[in-house]
Structure formats: C-alpha cells, structure tokens
C-alpha cells in the first residue's frame, strides 16, 4: 500500500508555470505505472502525463511540449512541471500509482488559470 500526497498548486496566471510535486510514503523505485490526471468542473478525470514502464511516458496531445513528468526514486517524488499554462488547463490534479492491482490516488491539488 502506498499513499500519495500532491503539492504545488495554486493560482496562476495565463502562461506562467507551476511544477506539481507527488511525494509517496514509501519506495517508488519498483512502481512502474505512475503518473498524474487531472479533473476539471463538470468533466471527467483525464490523463495528463505517466510513466507507463520505466522511464517511458506517454502525455496528454493538449499538454504536450508544454507539461514534462519526471520522478526522483531517491526522493520517492514525481514532479509535473507545467509551462505555458492556460484556462483550459484549470482543474484539479491527481496523483496516481498502480501496483497490482491496485490503483492509488491522492487527494489532488488545485491549479487555477486565470488572469
């Protein structure tokens, strides 16, 4: 079992950026598929980035050239570092892991986009 707590959200304004972070409560090294969705008001949960095996990723086509996963075993982190932002990308931010079977998430972390 593995919980997972996300930080880093907030207010910002139309092309600024914000880097996410997802701290694990215990070793990531092993955790394959790892990554980050997003839900916005009235919408359902998305993919945004994840690393599917290994150092392998797979994104979100909206976020792509502007969002970049990355993850620090040592520091069992995943960051998500987020450029470019805009309206659009307004939602709240998950977090998740899955060891199987199991699928976890953490409680999220709110970006808002505006000006």
């Known amino acids: 079992q593995v919980q997972l707590v996300e930080s880093g959200g907030g207010l910002v304004q139309p092309g600024g950026s914000l880097r996410l972070s997802c701290a694990a409560s215990?070793?990531?090294?092993?955790?394959?598929?790892m990554g980050w969705y997003r839900q916005a008001p009235g919408k359902e949960r998305e993919l945004v980035a994840i690393f599917t095996s290994g150092d392998s990723t797979n994104y979100a086509d909206s976020v792509k050239g502007r969002f970049t996963i990355s993850r620090d075993n040592a520091k069992s982190t995943v960051y998500l570092q987020m450029n470019s932002l805009k309206p659009e990308d307004t939602a709240v931010y998950y977090c998740n892991a899955f060891i199987w079977p199991m699928n976890y998430w953490g409680k999220g972390t709110l970006v808002t986009v505006s000006s």
């Open positions: 215990g070793s990531i090294a092993s955790i394959k598929v």
